[in-house]
């Protein structure tokens, strides 16, 4: 009985996966609204999303998570209307891209 008593928090999920091999394909971003049981960690509702089955390439060793742009860890309990996000790594380094643009601008 307690446990039909539980209170629910709202919460989402979002993943950007990586684009595909050629420059025009684009993976679309995958968002989910979860109703999870207060208390819930980060990790607990990535398990509960079904996430990791859709988008096998997630690695929750090696990737990180966050809420609202801040890195949390996975056993972080989550409050009402938290929106997880689990980052992949980024696919050229900002800094090298810039000299990359600086460098043939300049070259022009």
Avoid: C, F
């Amino acid at each position: 009985m307690a446990d039909a008593m539980a209170e629910r928090i709202k919460v989402s999920l979002s993943y950007a996966p990586a684009p595909g091999p050629d420059a025009t394909s684009v993976a679309m971003p995958i968002l989910r609204a979860l109703d999870v049981e207060a208390g819930t960690t980060i990790g607990q509702a990535i398990e509960l999303s079904g996430i990791l089955q859709e988008a096998p390439e997630i690695n929750l060793v090696t990737m990180p998570v966050g809420i609202y742009g801040k890195k949390k860890t996975l056993d972080t309990v989550l409050q009402p209307r938290d929106r997880i996000e689990i980052y992949r790594p980024l696919i050229a380094d900002p800094k090298d891209a810039r000299r990359r643009r600086a460098k043939r601008d300049s070259a022009s």
